[in-house]
Every structure is written in structure tokens, then in C-alpha cells.
């Protein structure tokens, strides 16, 4: 389901971009890796955060990156907690291992790690655990109206 709203948005946005799906498990960046023959750091892992006030924010950074917890508190003035697993999908639309910025259930803020900024082409999930997007950095950008940040260690 989440896999045609990316791909419904993409149409719907007149985005030149396709979701490319694979047989193989890309739920976690070293399969998601292995599965399209890239490196993992070219992976634009998103990861779903709960805010106190109940917001869920999306913060993609390439693959291998860590969230700095002192970081994450310095932007966000508490501490990170993500979206419990069973709640990724009800929260985002994508379910565990698919999780984007694209296609979502609701409008959410993105944030941009300037991990990123280290690779021209970056590969987020497509909505499943059996898809990647190709997409550019200043693509991404622009797409998500992401907020670049310094969050990782």
C-alpha cells in the first residue's frame, strides 16, 4: 500500500523519479546495500522520531551515521526517542524497513543530515522492505523541503 503512495505522489508531483523494487529484504541499510549494489553510506536512511508535543519528525542521514544524542537534544530541546516499531506505519504510511519521505500518511517535517551532502546521488526507501529510490541530494532537498541539520556523531 505505502509502495503505490510513493509512487502516487511521484505522479502526482510530476517528479521524474521511479521506485525500483527487488525480491531481496532492503529493510536494513546492509541488505538495502547488498540489494542494489551500492555502498552503504549511499543509503539515505530515515529514521521516525516522537517529539513531547506528539509531532513525528523524519531525519534521513546517510547509512552508516549515528543520531548524536547531545546534538539531537540541541536542536530539539529534548531527548530522541523514536516511533515505537508498532507505530511506524499508523504514524508514517510505510511500514518498518520502508520508511521515506515520500507518499506519506500525513505532512510531517524532514530534516536532512549534512551527512548527506557527502554524496551527489543518495538512495531513500521506496515504502517497503523490497524498494530504493535513486534520487540526488539537491533533489531530495528540494522534494522534502527538508531542513539540513548537524545531528549524527
Known sequence: MSLESVKKYFLDNN?????????????TVK????????????????MGFLLKNGECILILMKGT???????FKAK?????????????????????????????????RIFLDETLKEFNVVY?????????????????AEVTKGEWVNITK
Open 65 to 71: 551515521a549515528r543520531v548524536d544524542n547531545s546534538k
Open 76 to 108: 530539539f530541546k529534548e531527548k530522541a526517542v523514536m516511533i515505537p516499531f508498532d507505530k511506524v506505519e499508523e504514524l508514517t504510511g510505510h511500514m518498518p524497513g520502508g520508511v521515506c519521505p515520500f507518499g506519506l500518511k500525513k505532512d510531517l
Open 31 to 46: 541488505n538495502a546495500a547488498i540489494a542494489f549494489g551500492i555502498e552503504e553510506d549511499e543509503i539515505a536512511k530515515t
Open 15 to 27: 517528479l521524474p523519479l521511479i521506485v525500483s523494487e527487488t525480491d531481496k529484504d532492503t529493510g
Open 124 to 140: 531513500p526507501a521506496g515504502g517497503t522492505p523490497h524498494s530504493a529510490v535513486k534520487i540526488t541530494v539537491d533533489m531530495l
